[in-house]
């Protein structure tokens, strides 16, 4: 039966600022005393020495683990065995969005809180309730699809801001689809994240999230370069993490990622990240929709400011096959894809075109 409800869902708290790593006991410690922590191996020695002396000096406990690489089925029961042995009653995840979504994972089938903890600012993934599953060899197997988005969002500008700036850039350009594609969605009452409509409130985050990164997203990179955090690097942390991930999970998602998915099966592509190849999808959803010409040199201006790669060339594409773009409409127009949340019918060869003219256009802007 088709959902004519319409939705708002996020994280019950979403947390910004510096030193939140040296403090986590002060955000997880009204959902459990027992934690059970899943954290990649970098970050690993520091955690257990500045969140472990938070957690054991408030005589509560903390049992460290490291994340194996890929979110599996198989890493994921390791890691319930692991928090059952250690009589965890909170999981918290601390790493990229493979070992998050481990840990969302993990706590959903334990019926335990989660708290999150990202330490790259690449996407908006922290906020969602939703779990990505992969093969062990690294292919996609499946969506987790969860009841309830995280209990808390940690976002320690500090640790965000350390991290590659390339990240952080992939992260501003995942964001800057989120308004578009919630527009399309709200205007055709596509299905959101959670299968219901489109919320008014979604569509008012996703807006709110453009603004935020038109207002600072440019000089936040400059800073980010400089691995130093400013008040516009949490002001653009806010919106690429949370107002881009409630404002995709209630306001809908259309072509930007419709073409992403259908991106993932170019070879030349694989080491684009996913906020940089959701941006080239942006640009392809603006021809696909002759939005004005004002708009679309309003997100060129900001996807060159923020050093985003602006063509197919700039992502790794060296030769355009037409064989293989016409399979990337294709898969992008795949039944139950976000390209249907578009207000009017799309047909491959109308994205095919688009991300010919989208390449054009953006080579026109070097």
Avoid at 8 to 26: A, M, Q, R, W, Y
Avoid at 163 to 184: K, M, N, V
Avoid at 275 to 299: D, I, M, R
């Amino acid at each position: 039966m088709a959902n004519f409800a319409r939705s708002v869902t996020s994280p019950k708290k979403f947390i910004n600022g510096h030193d939140l790593l040296s403090n986590l006991n002060e955000h997880i410690k009204d959902y459990g005393d027992n934690a059970y922590v899943i954290c990649d191996e970098f970050i690993l020695e520091r955690a257990k020495k500045e969140a472990g002396d938070s957690i054991t000096s408030a005589g509560n406990k903390a049992t460290f683990e490291k994340f194996n690489y890929e979110c599996t089925k198989e890493e994921i029961e390791r890691n319930r065995e692991l928090a059952r042995k250690a009589g965890a009653n909170i999981i918290v995840g601390i790493g990229g969005g493979k070992t998050l979504d481990t840990a969302k994972a993990t706590a959903y089938y334990e019926k335990l809180p989660v708290v999150i903890f990202p330490t790259i600012a690449s996407t908006d993934a922290p906020c969602t309730a939703l779990a990505v599953i992969y093969k062990k060899d690294g292919s996609f197997d499946e969506y987790l699809f969860l009841p309830s988005n995280p209990d808390v969002v940690l976002a320690d500008t500090g640790i965000l801001a350390s991290a590659p700036s390339r990240f952080f850039a992939a992260g501003i350009g995942d964001a800057l689809a989120t308004y578009f594609e919630a527009r399309a969605c709200y205007a055709s009452n596509g299905d959101n994240l959670v299968l219901m409509k489109p919320s008014t409130t979604g569509l008012g985050i996703a807006r709110l999230c453009y603004e935020a990164l038109l207002a600072n997203a440019a000089h936040a990179k400059r800073a980010v370069d400089q691995k130093v955090y400013t008040r516009a690097v949490e002001e653009t942390i806010e919106a690429t993490i949370y107002l881009s991930g409630v404002g995709a999970e209630s306001g809908g998602l259309a072509a930007a990622h419709a073409i992403h998915n259908g991106m993932t099966a170019v070879p030349s592509l694989h080491k684009a990240q996913h906020g940089e190849k959701v941006t080239f999808g942006l640009l392809a959803q603006l021809v696909l929709e002759n939005a004005p010409t004002e708009e679309l040199e309003t997100v060129i201006k900001l996807v060159k400011d923020v050093g985003l790669p602006l063509t197919l060339e700039d992502l790794g594409c060296t030769e355009f096959i037409e064989s293989e773009w016409r399979q990337v409409a294709e898969a992008a127009c795949a039944q139950g894809d976000t390209m249907g949340n578009m207000p009017f019918p799309v047909t491959p060869d109308d994205v095919y075109n688009a991300i010919v003219a989208a390449n054009a256009i953006a080579k026109s802007y070097k």
